[in-house]
C-alpha cells in the first residue's frame, strides 16, 4: 500500500467515526423558556386523581430566557364578590378564592442531567413557600410539561401539567 492509500486509510479511521452522529448517554439540553398554559393540577388520593383547581382549570406560567418565571393558576368558577370589593369579601368567598388559585415568581434554574426544575421562590399566595427554594422533576413529551411540586393543598404532592404555547 502506498504512502497516499495509508494517509487516506488512517484519515478516514480517525476522522469517519467523528462524523457519525450517535445517541449520548449525555443529558440533553432542555429550554423551557416561553410561555406555557395550564392543562391540569391534580393529586392522587385513595387511588382517585383529583382536580384541585377544578376540571378546566386555567393558567400561565412564563419561563424567561433571563432566568425569572412567573405562575398562575386559577380554578376557572371562582365566585364573584357580591360587596363588588375585595377587600369586603365573606368568609366563604374569600375562603373560595385561597382555595382556588396558586401563584408564584422568581427565578429558577433546571438541572438536565437530573430533569429537575429548581424554583427560588420570591414570593406565592401561599406564604409558607416565600423565599422557599424548591425542586421538581419534570419530564417533557413534545410541548407537554409535567413536574410533581411539593403539597401545598393539603394532600401532598401534586402532579402539574403544561403545555407550551405557540
Known amino acids: 500500500m502506498n504512502a497516499a492509500l495509508k494517509a487516506l486509510a488512517l484519515v478516514t479511521m480517525v476522522v469517519l467515526p467523528m462524523c457519525i452522529s450517535v445517541p449520548s448517554s449525555r443529558a440533553q439540553s432542555v429550554n423551557l423558556a416561553g410561555s406555557w398554559s395550564l392543562v391540569s393540577l391534580t393529586v ?10 377544578g376540571p378546566h382549570p386555567e393558567g400561565l406560567l412564563m419561563f424567561g430566557n433571563d432566568g ?3 405562575l398562575v393558576g386559577v380554578r376557572t368558577n371562582l365566585p364573584k364578590f357580591a360587596s363588588g370589593s375585595r377587600l369586603q369579601g365573606t368568609a366563604d368567598e374569600n375562603a373560595r378564592i385561597v382555595q382556588g388559585n396558586v401563584a408564584h415568581f422568581g427565578t ?6 437530573a430533569h429537575v426544575i429548581v424554583f427560588h421562590i420570591q414570593r406565592s399566595t401561599f406564604p409558607n413557600w416565600d423565599a422557599d427554594v424548591q425542586s421538581r422533576p419534570f419530564t417533557i413529551d413534545g ?3 409535567t413536574y410533581v411540586t411539593p403539597g401545598s393543598f393539603g394532600y401532598g404532592a401534586a402532579k402539574v401539567v403544561w403545555q407550551r404555547m405557540k
Open 68 to 70: 425569572r418565571y412567573a
Open 143 to 145: 410541548d407537554r410539561l
Open 108 to 113: 429558577y434554574t433546571v438541572d438536565t442531567a
Open 44 to 53: 392522587t388520593r385513595s387511588g382517585t386523581e383529583e382536580e384541585l383547581l
